[in-house]
């Protein structure tokens, strides 16, 4: 889901992935080596559960 977000030329998204658990840990992972990395230009915390996210330009 969040690859399509990145791949659909949006610029920012809301990632929300709750206070704790398993997505929190996952997705700042996801962000810093994965596929979906070189999408992203810059994310951070908006509260304890959800990330701002902003990606590359698509071409």
Do not use: C, H
């Not at 962000?31 to 992203?40: E, G, K, N, V």
């Amino acid at each position: 889901m969040i690859m399509d977000v990145a791949q659909s030329g949006a610029r920012t998204a809301t990632i929300i992935t709750g206070a704790s658990g398993i997505l929190k840990i996952k997705f700042q992972q996801w962000a810093r080596d994965s596929l979906l990395t070189p999408y992203i230009i810059q994310w951070e915390p908006i509260n304890n559960g959800s990330f701002s996210v902003k990606f590359r330009k698509n071409k």
